[in-house]
């Protein structure tokens, strides 16, 4: 007798990744119940980017105004500067769109910065301590959706059928058991989940130390008179680090770099620490110290192995508690992010009874060589910063000669390492390869270039973005507004799709079918026939019906063949 449960899933960590997966179980339907020992959003801007593709997914929420909304303000340019310190000598800058040139999309931006052209968006300068309240709204906006704040986790019991948690209130020390389905750990780098697994981390690990410094300061913009960039690097060898904008007016980080890996991070002096980088002295107020570490590092497993023989266990890895990176790229939140919506749509198909078993078990086989992909990324940029970085001699504030050629040469170097803020590619370009769920063509895979999006529909790609109609701004249609919810069957030719749509329905899996009218957008989809999932990738396509329209159906719905267990099909 199965047990009674008090929720399908439980979500373990009320972070970015936790809210979104939250939200995309409560916007799919599904009830969840989210446990965050925290009492209110985290007052520390952790993370600080929101790529592309993560604004592509909460687009389909509907929550993207909002984002922009709590990010930098809408009229200024994204900059990164490079500097001796910040009111040192300039070296290298970079310019990118506003959040206006983003909306609003004027042709002379979109012939400027190409990346305009791969998506509806660009990079959103946003801290994880404004955007928490943005999903945290979304999330309690869906009364499926129970939010279980100033509550800890205390360890959990697999069974066959369910998982029993343990939880306690941390005001009152009331303790009691909840009984899920589905338990998902989203608890972060040092997940008291994965340990209690077992479960080790691959990679390189542990890289250098740094150290946060978030503070307020009302003269920090004025005093080094570069206008507000979103990034300022620094580059004097008693300061290396990066200044970020917080909000844009008042809030600031900064992050000192240790390139001794061996060197110690605690007993510094803020004050001592940010004049260095500035340049002189300045009024602050400190709000807060975070001690952390550069890491490359990806999970073994994503899965419980589960009380059964078959290794499929009911506790999932999401986030960092699946992966750990460097800062550099603005990755890591965001393949947390991607994880979320990747494991919500597969739980909430099996819910519904449409989904296979195998859906749930390409979840790992999909996002884990993606986090490896990324975390190498983001490992490999902070390698060339750190290269650059060392190789800059004390002499490159002097007012000589030397000093302008030293700073010429490092500047040179900026520029070469600079490309890495190139990063559409990374957001944007990766593809799920040999994913169980997704039917291959047996064409040439596309380049996989971190810089660039090569947009195609080779099966396990993001399908392809293009305005549907003469409003170009992002008030118009987009061909991923088509996408989000159920599988799109898109139409650009003659080819029969009902052999296929009838397959899937037969499943009970939601489809609807697109015929694609506009003759400009036909070449976008490379097939006469392209079947996309319910999260935008690209499950199968073909200039002709499926010959086993059945087989095909029955696969991207995570079922094994006939004749197969769903033992046999997971391994």
């Given at each position: 007798m199965s047990a009674r449960l008090d929720t399908p899933v439980l979500i373990v960590g009320g972070g970015p990744v936790g809210l979104t997966l939250a939200g995309e179980l409560g916007w799919r339907g599904l009830p969840c119940t989210v446990v965050e020992a925290?009492?209110?959003?985290?007052?520390?801007?952790?993370?600080?980017?929101?790529?592309?593709?993560?604004?592509?997914?909460?687009?389909?929420?509907?929550?993207?105004?909002?984002?922009?909304?709590?990010?930098?303000?809408?009229?200024?340019?994204?900059?990164?500067t490079f500097s001796t310190r910040l009111t040192g000598h300039e070296l290298y800058r970079i310019t990118s769109p506003s959040i206006r040139d983003t909306t609003e999309r004027p042709p002379e931006a979109v012939a400027r910065w190409r990346e305009l052209q791969w998506s509806p968006f660009y990079k959103t300068q946003i801290g994880q301590q404004a955007l928490e309240p943005v999903l945290l709204d979304f999330v309690a906006s869906h009364p499926n959706v129970t939010l279980q704040n100033g509550t800890r986790f205390l360890g959990h019991?697999?069974?066959?059928?369910?998982?029993?948690?343990?939880?306690?209130?941390?005001?009152?020390?009331?303790?009691?058991?909840?009984?899920?389905?589905?338990?998902?750990?989203?608890?972060?780098?040092?997940?008291?989940?994965?340990?209690?697994?077992?479960?080790?981390?691959?990679?390189?690990?542990?890289?250098?130390?740094?150290?946060?410094?978030?503070?307020?300061?009302?003269?920090?913009?004025?005093?080094?008179g570069r206008g507000l960039g979103n990034l300022y690097f620094i580059f004097a060898p008693d300061s290396f680090g990066v200044f970020t904008a917080i909000d844009g007016v008042r809030r600031w980080t900064f992050q000192f770099y240790f390139l001794d890996p061996s060197r110690a991070t605690k007993d510094i002096?803020?004050?001592?620490?940010?004049?260095?980088?500035?340049?002189?002295?300045?009024?602050?107020?400190?709000?807060?110290?975070?001690?952390?570490?550069?890491?490359?590092?990806?999970?073994?497993?994503?899965?419980?192995?589960?009380?059964?023989?078959?290794?499929?266990?009911?506790?999932?890895?999401?986030?960092?508690?699946?992966?750990?990176?460097?800062?550099?790229?603005?990755?890591?939140?965001?393949?947390?992010?991607?994880?979320?919506?990747?494991?919500?749509?597969k739980l909430a198909a099996v819910e519904a009874?449409?989904?296979?078993?195998?859906?749930?078990?390409?979840?790992?086989?999909?996002?884990?060589?993606?986090?490896?992909?990324?975390?190498?990324?983001?490992?490999?940029?902070?390698?060339?910063?750190?290269?650059?970085?060392?190789?800059?001699?004390?002499?490159?504030?002097?007012?000589?000669?030397?000093g302008a050629r030293l700073r010429a040469a490092a500047a040179s170097r900026?520029?070469?390492?600079a490309r890495q803020f190139n990063s559409a590619g990374t957001h944007l370009g990766y593809r799920y390869v040999d994913s169980p769920v997704i039917v291959p063509d047996g064409s040439p895979e596309p380049p996989?270039?971190?810089?660039?999006?090569?947009?195609?529909?080779?099966?396990?790609?993001?399908a392809p973005h293009a305005f549907t109609g003469a409003d170009t701004s992002l008030r118009g249609e987009t061909t991923l507004d088509w996408f989000?919810?159920?599988?799109?069957?898109?139409?650009?030719?003659?080819?029969?799709?009902?052999p296929l749509m009838a397959a899937l329905q037969r499943l009970r899996a939601p489809v609807t079918c697109r015929h694609v009218e506009q003759p400009w957008l036909?070449?976008?989809?490379?097939?006469?026939?392209?079947?996309?999932?319910?999260?935008?990738?690209?499950?199968?396509?073909?200039?002709?019906?499926?010959?086993?329209?059945?087989?095909?159906?029955?696969?991207?719905?995570?079922?094994?063949?006939?004749?197969?267990?769903?033992?046999?099909?997971r391994h």
């Open positions: 925290r009492t209110g959003p985290t007052e520390h801007p952790k993370a600080t980017l929101l790529g592309a593709r993560s604004m592509e997914l909460y687009r389909r929420w509907g929550i993207t105004e909002r984002i922009f909304a709590a990010a930098l303000p809408p009229d200024i340019n994204y900059f990164i019991v697999e069974h066959a059928d369910h998982v029993e948690a343990q939880i306690e209130d941390i005001a009152t020390g009331a303790r009691r058991t909840i009984r899920a389905r589905w338990l998902v750990a989203c608890d972060g780098g040092g997940s008291g989940i994965r340990r209690s697994l077992g479960i080790r981390m691959n990679g390189r690990g542990r890289m250098r130390p740094n150290v946060s410094f978030y503070f307020e300061s009302d003269e920090f913009l004025t005093l080094h002096d803020p004050a001592e620490v940010l004049s260095r980088a500035m340049g002189r002295p300045f009024a602050f107020r400190l709000e807060g110290v975070q001690h952390w570490h550069h890491h490359q590092s990806v999970a073994r497993s994503w899965r419980s192995p589960g009380p059964e023989e078959d290794g499929a266990g009911r506790v999932f890895l999401a986030g960092d508690a699946a992966h750990l990176f460097a800062p550099t790229g603005g990755v890591g939140m965001n393949t947390g992010i991607g994880d979320a919506v990747d494991l919500g749509w009874g449409w989904g296979g078993d195998g859906l749930l078990g390409s979840y790992e086989a999909e996002r884990k060589p993606i986090a490896v992909r990324n975390s190498v990324i983001s490992a490999n940029n902070s390698d060339k910063i750190d290269m650059v970085m060392d190789e800059t001699p004390p002499e490159i504030e002097e007012d000589s000669p030397r900026i520029r070469w390492m996989d270039d971190p810089t660039q999006v090569v947009p195609s529909t080779w099966p396990g790609s993001r989000g919810r159920d599988f799109v069957l898109v139409q650009t030719g003659e080819a029969d799709g009902a036909r070449p976008q989809f490379e097939r006469a026939l392209v079947l996309v999932r319910p999260d935008g990738h690209v499950a199968w396509r073909g200039d002709a019906p499926p010959a086993d329209p059945e087989g095909v159906a029955r696969r991207v719905c995570g079922h094994p063949e006939p004749g197969v267990t769903a033992s046999e099909a």
